[in-house]
């Protein structure tokens, strides 16, 4: 009976995330298409001054002058197999480019998850509910981190920390120094609504008759909160993480234009301005994929974190 039902979960989790690839899929094709321009300009470079006829057989040859739904039954096919197709504006495979652009943008979401998560975990286990002070600073840092967008963030830490201050580096390619900056500004709006929600779950657990047990067994208020309530607080906040970490490659995106970082960031912008499809699509893509395998871990992480829920079968 549990193997059934672990069948069946892991059946539902692979529909879902196929649905959910299709329709990343279906959206990037749909808003492209709707983009004003010419796509053969792209393709021809500074040789787009050529004839109407040459043109014309450029289209025919990307498939440009088929039908709207031959186009995107196509676009499925070639996914399908895992073809992400060829950039028209670098002309060479979209996954080549973006596997040469990808470790950048996953060093800057890595530092800033683990960055997010150690000050959102600190302010939670450090911060006794019976200090108002701190608890009321860390609650206004909380709220002004949520509030402030990423990249206005790495504006400010440029002005600074770097041109006002000479702290970090604007620019260092190939140094820890330089990924300092980018993942404050991406990792402070995390920790601010991760820290919020691990705190809230700390006070809940803390109230909790096996806290008051770990207590009168003469543990430290640091190994209560540590060792008892916290591991109470993890599957909201796992959930939570999830969220973020998908979200993370759109806010590193933004973040690399700003701090002028190599990444994902200038391959989409540029993919985006010169309407490359192809590139566009690939980027799409690859964001959605993550995405839904990033679900499923947390999905799976719950049943390491609450062991309760192997026992209820959910």
Known sequence: MPIRRDASRLARRAVIAVVQLWGAATLCFVMLHLIPGDPVDIIMGNQALVSPEF??????????????????????????????????????PVWDALTEQLLPTVQLAVAALLLAVLLAVGAAVLVPERHR???????????????????????????????????????EAGTWRSLVLPAV????????????????????????????????????????????????????????????????????????????????????????????????????MLSAAVYVVLNLLVELSYLVVDPRLRRDGR
């Not at 186009?71 to 096919?77: H, K, N, P």
């Not at 309407?275 to 980027?283: E, L, N």
């Open 185 to 284: 500004a991406v990792a402070l709006p995390v920790a601010g609504t991760l820290g919020q929600v691990l705190r809230e779950e700390m006070d809940t657990a803390l109230g909790q008759p096996f806290v008051t047990s770990a207590r009168a067994r003469g543990a430290g208020e640091l190994a209560v909160r540590t060792g008892h309530a916290l591991r109470h607080c993890l599957v909201p906040a796992t959930t939570l993480t999830g969220w973020f970490v998908g979200g993370l490659l759109g806010g590193s995106v933004l973040i690399e234009q700003v701090f002028g970082r190599p990444g994902l960031g200038q391959v989409t912008l540029t993919a985006v301005t010169n309407k490359d499809v192809p590139m566009v699509t690939g980027v799409v």
């Open 133 to 171: 002070l701190a608890r009321l600073l860390f609650s206004g840092f909380e709220m002004v981190a949520v509030s402030l967008p990423q990249y206005w963030l790495g504006v400010l830490l440029i002005t600074f920390l770097s041109l006002r201050w000479h702290v970090f580096p604007v620019i």
């Open 55 to 92: 043109k014309e057989q450029v289209r025919v040859e990307y498939g440009l002058t088929d039908p709207v739904a031959v186009q995107y039954a196509r676009l499925l096919g070639d996914l399908a197999r895992g073809d992400l197709g060829t950039s028209y504006q670098l002309q060479r």
